[in-house]
């Protein structure tokens, strides 16, 4: 009945005009101005939705029609390349569409949750989250909210200052500003004057900033420029052709393709460089597994050698952890430079991870990939016959999709980008082709570097400082591309000296919020404990969380994958192999994804179900801002406390008629509160727990926590401590002194690094933490059920053992790892 309520009619509606605009602002072209309100009608619903559960479905359905409106040739795509079907496609696209854009669901959920405490908190906090879920969360098409202003040459300037991140922030502050001018819109002029000032002047400053950036940029300088030739073969669905014509043969006709389209590159139009697609050469350069093999890379290397120039082609490499995408730079005359290998593979089709790869999963998906990824953003010498070497970066498919590698690529000192791609999925779905090359774009723009880019079947182009292309193909043409753009050496922007810095920023934002949230929550309770004086009686009013039986579930089921997600890490730190034990980035990601993000999910809907409980007059009133619940104190039979602490502790009310209150109550002490109220002359406690899980709760709560225990004490300052003597050790031994790092490639670049270490310091404290955590409970438990009495003692013992460990413990393991190397 809810779906043909008004309301109901009234999200739906909203949630298809966003989905409409949406539609046309992923299309280009004039339909960038619609990013700046494409979102206010699901916005608005968004503030009519009060419940958890309906903004969560609310989302859920927005991240399906912004799939279904944005990319319906991906869907479209999969189920050709599985040979699926397009509808099949599309169906698994649009199932899981909020693992495809699961920042729609983080927004909507920080939204809801902070938007009662202000309006303004409410839009910073959710853009925030967009941002950072994105910068967290690896996605497969790298996509961002803000690729679609690339049609606006001034106000997509602005991605050197902050990437695509920025932009996506801008965009989305716009539209709350935007759905608050409708919301106010009966409310007089003045009201509804601050957000339409604010929706004008963001893209204002944006184009203003760009007109400036655009005018600040330097001059072509008077110097020859790069010119190089872009192979667009038009050869696709090698396993197609295989079948058809035999495996020598297709190799012939796209080598020979490539000879007579490279050769009217050097010789008709002078090209200094000639760039192939990616993995055009089908097997092994340098590092042949045939004799045939051999001899094709002695015949493409006498080839290059007669042409007189650099070629840049994707092809495969090899070592004895497996086999790489890659790019070789091969020079006439002196041969192989080296090889980059692809960085950001496809999930899937590429790769498949670790934790899924199986016998049976390859046999229902066998065109699933079996590549290694490369270790990061690398630049080469492009020797050029003329004596000029350019340090090239080279960029393979998906990895043009990453702000990251281009920052990386652009502070090791390259002049230009080579990006190589295989679009041919995309043939029959340009649009697909189209974003593609709008991301690659962006990186040119964030790092002012000119990009040369060449696909199989397009789009191939040559794309300038500003992210302008110059000249480039058509999809699905057999086309030489000669571009030219000159290289200097490029201006140092915001963002490369920055890094990515938007999504951290978003971060770093949420959890200042949340550090704020429980040490406004600590206080209260300090001051609850300190009104409740010595006699155990928890005060009225308290806190507590009102709670459905399945949203205490919920709740529950997210803090025990917390909770033994940093378990499991702790066995990986201890026994794991592999490069996760040294990788701070694997560290935070997991961390992040496994801890983090279901720690503040089970906050966030324990928050969204809080109320204050008081009495008056013979009531249990429950408040939560304007709402309010009254229950006669006379009704209330019993207060039973739960057997098990799930999510935490807490109570059930058992009613005169003999039922359950629908509702439980989450409180830190269950027992006090039920004494509280009996002492008003409400109910008795009516225990259900056993003796032993009784003392085993009394013994729990007696425990008092000192400072050490305090959160910013053990999980802020204390890995502090610990990061700072470690990264001097690294920074000696990379750099050769404290401030190597800082010297060689600048501030931003040197508290990057330290950031990493301090995070890495603090998640090693939370799993210690958590494995010392869980040996005290059982440590207290084994006591309780042996030893009753002196249960209180070993608690004690057990805790300060703890905290030794943790304290003493970790800083001696530093010390002797600092000493022993």
């Not at 927005?62 to 390349?81: K, N, Q």
């Not at 990437?163 to 106010?184: C, D, K, S």
């Not at 020859?224 to 050869?235: A, E, H, T």
Request: net charge positive; glycine share 10%; with cysteine.
């Amino acid at each position: 009945m809810d779906l043909l309520s008004r309301p109901g009619g009234r999200a739906a509606a909203g949630l298809l005009a966003s989905a409409v605009l949406s539609f046309f602002y992923a299309r280009g072209g004039a339909g960038w101005v619609l990013g700046f309100v494409a979102l206010v009608p699901w916005l608005r619903t968004l503030d009519a939705t009060h419940t958890l559960g309906r903004c969560l479905l609310n989302a859920w359905a927005m991240s399906v029609a912004f799939t279904l409106a944005a990319f319906p040739w991906f869907g479209a795509a999969i189920g050709h390349y599985a040979q699926l079907g397009t509808a099949v496609g599309l169906l698994v696209l649009l199932v899981a569409a909020p693992l495809f854009q699961p920042q729609i669901l983080v927004f909507a959920l920080v939204r809801h949750r902070l938007r009662r405490r202000g309006l303004v908190l409410g839009a910073l906090a959710g853009a925030a989250a967009w941002v950072a879920t994105e910068w967290l969360v690896p996605r497969m098409l790298g996509d961002s909210y803000g690729y679609g202003l690339y049609p606006s040459r001034l106000l997509r300037q602005a991605a050197d200052v902050g990437g695509t991140a920025g932009l996506t922030l801008l965009l989305l502050l716009v539209n709350e500003a935007v759905a608050a001018a409708l919301a106010r819109r009966g409310q007089g002029l003045r009201a509804v004057a601050r957000p339409v000032g604010l929706a004008l002047l963001v893209p204002l400053l944006l184009a203003a900033y760009g007109w400036a950036a655009l005018a600040g940029l330097p001059a072509a300088p008077d110097a020859k420029p790069l010119r190089v030739g872009l192979v667009q073969s038009n050869i696709a669905d090698y396993e197609r052709l295989r079948q058809e014509k035999g495996v020598d043969a297709v190799v012939r006709e796209v080598l020979d393709t490539h000879y007579e389209m490279s050769h009217g590159a050097v010789a008709q139009h002078r090209a200094d460089a000639v760039l192939w697609s990616e993995t055009v050469y089908p097997t092994t350069f340098g590092n042949p597994k045939s004799e045939g093999g051999a001899e094709l890379d002695r015949e493409i290397q006498g080839f290059i050698n007669a042409a007189g120039v650099p070629f840049v082609f994707g092809t495969y490499d090899r070592d004895e952890a497996g086999e790489y995408n890659a790019a070789a730079f091969v020079n006439p005359g002196t041969g192989l430079v080296g090889f980059y290998r692809k960085t950001r593979l496809f999930p899937l089709t590429e790769y498949v991870p670790a934790w899924l790869d199986s016998a049976w999963l390859r046999q229902l998906l066998p065109w699933t990939g079996a590549w290694r990824a490369g270790n990061g953003a690398r630049v080469f010498p492009l020797r050029l016959a003329d004596g000029r070497e350019i340090p090239v970066l080279p960029l393979i498919c998906r990895d043009d999709v990453d702000t990251g590698l281009g920052i990386d690529g652009a502070r090791l000192g390259a002049q230009a980008i080579f990006t190589m791609s295989n679009d041919a999925w995309f043939t029959r779905y340009p649009q697909g082709a189209e974003l593609h090359q709008a991301a690659a774009a962006f990186r040119s723009i964030e790092t002012r570097l000119p990009q040369f880019r060449v696909t199989t079947t397009g789009y191939s182009a040559a794309i300038d400082a500003t992210g302008t292309v110059v000249a480039s193909t058509q999809m699905g043409q057999r086309t030489l591309v000669i571009g030219d753009l000159p290289v200097t050496e490029p201006p140092r922007t915001l963002i490369v000296m920055w890094g990515d810095w938007v999504g951290p920023l978003g971060a770093a934002f949420l959890a200042a919020l949340a550090v704020i949230a429980g040490v406004r929550r600590w206080r209260g309770r300090r001051l609850a404990e300190a009104a409740g004086g010595v006699t155990g009686v928890a005060a009225l009013p308290a806190d507590v969380a009102v709670l459905p039986p399945a949203v205490r579930v919920a709740a529950g089921l997210l803090r025990g994958v917390a909770r033994l997600s940093l378990l499991a890490m702790a066995l990986v730190f201890l026994f794991g192999d592999g490069p996760f034990r040294t990788n701070n980035f694997a560290q935070i990601r997991a961390f992040s994804v496994f801890f983090l993000a279901p720690e503040l999910a089970a906050w966030l809907l324990l928050r969204a179900f809080a109320a204050q409980l008081s009495l008056e007059a013979g009531l249990l009133v429950f408040t939560r801002g304007r709402r309010r619940l009254e229950l006669p104190l006379a009704d209330v039979a019993a207060v039973e406390p739960w057997r098990w602490p799930i999510p935490g502790s807490g109570a059930w009310l058992r009613l005169g008629s003999g039922a359950r209150w629908p509702s439980g109550l989450l409180h830190a002490d269950p027992a006090g509160l039920a004494r509280a109220i009996e002492a008003a002359g409400g109910a008795a406690v009516q225990e259900r727990a056993s003796l032993r899980a009784r003392t085993y709760a009394q013994v729990r709560r007696a425990i008092q926590r000192g400072w050490l225990e305090h959160s910013l004490v053990k999980y802020g300052l204390f890995p502090l401590l610990l990061a700072v003597p470690a990264f001097r050790v690294h920074q000696f031994i990379v750099f050769g002194s404290s401030f190597g790092e800082l010297q060689v490639y600048g501030l931003a670049a040197y508290l990057k690094a330290f950031a990493l270490w301090w995070a890495a310091w603090t998640i090693a404290v939370v799993v210690c933490a958590a494995v010392l955590r869980a040996f005290t409970e059982l440590g207290t438990l084994a006591s309780v059920w042996l030893r009753p009495g002196r249960a209180l003692d070993a608690r004690w013992w057990l805790d300060r053992g703890g905290l030794a460990v943790l304290y003493l413990g970790l800083p001696g393991w530093l010390l002797l790892k600092t000493v022993g190397s």
